[in-house]
């Protein structure tokens, strides 16, 4: 409802008074009066009270459920780049149905039970503390007057009897319609105390199974004024997904989380949001249909849901399980050379062009990205050779708790490796670094006796490639490739962040020194 309508006085019956019962005992003179009020306000149509903050029932279509596992290698027909796929985020249950498996297996993912209390970085400050709200098992309830019963009028009443009998009536139930109405305006959440405490109560509700009773109180806040709800919205609308696909209500429950996604995606429940959102698309589209025009909009869901701060409000599993997802889906949409994605651009190679002007041309660090996508020899460029150049700005983080690197071009998650950081003693700073040197093959110098070894001799330790780092409390950091790739996924170098030899090789195709697109590195513990 809009601040307007909430605004609005109730329109009622003249002479009844707010939350009252009118007496029937009335003199005739006085029900003829009101006669000619009630034929008179119904001709303006003015007299009936204003309901439009009440929901309307709708009907439930059949849900289907989310089905998360591992991602299998599949064949998928790629379409000639030159035409691209439209993108389509209304995804709705009648196309889905036609698509899903009719017997779907249970969701390893119950988002209405992840456990939030791990939450160890704040992704908004104004996020309201989900653990705090599915603690408390309290409802409220709002009370209704009970009908009056009415009394069945003489058989020998006459014309002028009968129609005293139904005007009195009829204002009668008009008064006892008000004080209902007037119950529930009474208890309309105004403050944010009021706004915490109905939530609560609709969780509460959500847990005894009472899903319909929770989407009343959750459809009610959603309707209240955005002025009133402020840092609440994404809540609301998270647990109004939440509701709606339990009660089976299930395009009403993208809808709600859609919002969510959308508006408010760096704050928790905008990015439970787009993750329930990509769960639902991911099973209808890529494993149960392989629906190509949709991964983007699934891999730019996901994205927003696993973030680029680190911030842990998901368990390991499921993070790893989205991280998983999101490689599969981006060997296809970033490097397959036929697909075109948002960002991407298809360069038509003229007379006289090399590799290194084409990448220099896009803006990009090094030209290896290109020929990494494309599968080409640099050498054996040829004339009307179509290429796919993804060009962006990449940024990498690194977790050491979790011993990974993922990275991101212009905010779009990509891709994840496991990784090896400082030993004890030699820890990897956290912190903020950028890239500032990148070589291919470089010389190594051993930091405890001081010996350069060059690439290929025995005794060099850091691969094919070297990206080094600057910012931070410690100089000499990089990022390289490793001899011993058993030591990824632990804590072993003197303080750089290791990575499979073929994992650095990709990931340096797209990193860039340039000053006005240099690539970012964020380390936490």
Not at 20 to 48: C, Q
Not at 373 to 397: A, E, H, S
Not at 509 to 514: K, M, R
Request: net charge negative; glycine share 6%.
């Amino acid at each position: 409802m809009s601040e307007q309508e909430e605004k609005r006085p109730l329109k009622m019956y003249p002479g009844v008074s707010l939350g009252s019962t009118p007496r029937r005992g009335m003199s005739k003179i006085t029900v003829f009066l009101l006669i000619l009020i009630v034929i008179a306000g119904a001709s303006a149509g003015g007299y009936w009270i204003n309901r439009e903050f009440i929901a309307k029932e709708s009907e439930i279509p059949e849900i289907v459920e989310i089905v998360e596992s591992e991602p299998e290698p599949v064949k998928v027909k790629i379409e000639d780049a030159s035409q691209p796929a439209e993108l389509d985020l209304t995804f709705t249950t009648a196309e889905a149905t036609a698509t899903a498996t009719a017997n779907a297996e249970a969701n390893d993912l119950d988002l209405e039970n992840i456990d939030l209390t791990t939450t160890t970085a704040d992704v908004a400050d104004d996020d309201l503390g989900l653990e705090e709200l599915l603690t408390e098992d309290t409802a409220t309830t709002t009370p209704t007057s009970e009908p009056e019963t009415t009394a069945t009028p003489p058989a020998n009443t006459n014309i002028i009897d009968q129609t005293i009998t139904t005007v009195s009536d009829t204002v009668n139930n008009l008064g006892q319609s008000v004080a209902a109405t007037v119950n529930n305006f009474a208890g309309t959440p105004s403050t944010p105390e009021d706004i915490v405490k109905e939530i609560k109560a609709a969780d509460a509700l959500s847990a005894k199974q009472d899903y319909n009773a929770a989407l009343t109180k959750l459809t009610r806040l959603a309707e209240l004024p955005a002025a009133t709800l402020g840092k609440f919205t994404p809540d609301i609308y998270y647990r109004l997904g939440l509701a709606n696909r339990y009660a089976k209500n299930e395009d009403a429950a993208q809808s709600a989380w859609k919002k969510a996604y959308t508006e408010y995606p760096d704050t928790i429940s905008g990015r439970l949001s787009a993750l329930a959102l990509a769960d639902t698309w991911y099973y209808w589209y890529v494993q149960s249909n392989q629906d190509l025009s949709k991964w983007e909009s699934i891999r730019d869901a996901y994205s927003t849901a696993i973030g680029m701060d680190g911030a842990r409000f998901l368990p390991a599993a499921t993070e790893a399980s989205i991280a998983q997802k999101l490689n599969y889906l981006n060997e296809t949409l970033i490097f397959n050379p036929k697909v075109k994605v948002n960002g991407a651009v298809f360069h038509n190679v003229e007379p006289g062009e090399y590799i290194s002007t084409i990448a220099r041309n896009y803006g990009l660090g090094t030209w290896t990205s290109i020929t990494e996508i494309n599968q080409v020899d640099p050498k054996n460029l040829k004339v009307g050779m179509t290429l796919k150049i993804v060009p962006g700005r990449l940024f990498i983080l690194v977790d050491q708790q979790r011993m990974t690197l993922s990275w991101y071009l212009d905010g779009k998650f990509i891709k994840r490796y496991r990784c090896a950081t400082g030993a004890a003693g030699s820890e990897t700073p956290v912190g903020h670094y950028e890239v500032f040197k990148m070589d291919v093959e470089p010389n190594w110098t051993d930091p405890k006796t001081g010996k350069v070894y060059k690439y290929g001799e025995p005794g060099h330790a850091i691969g094919s490639r070297w990206l080094a780092l600057r910012g931070g409390s410690k100089s000499g950091l990089g990022i390289h490739g490793t001899i011993d790739p058993d030591s990824i996924g632990s804590k072993a170098s003197n303080g750089c962040i290791r990575l499979l030899n073929q994992d650095v090789e990709e990931l340096y195709g797209f990193a860039s020194v340039d000053n006005n697109n240099e690539t970012e590195v964020l380390v936490i513990d």
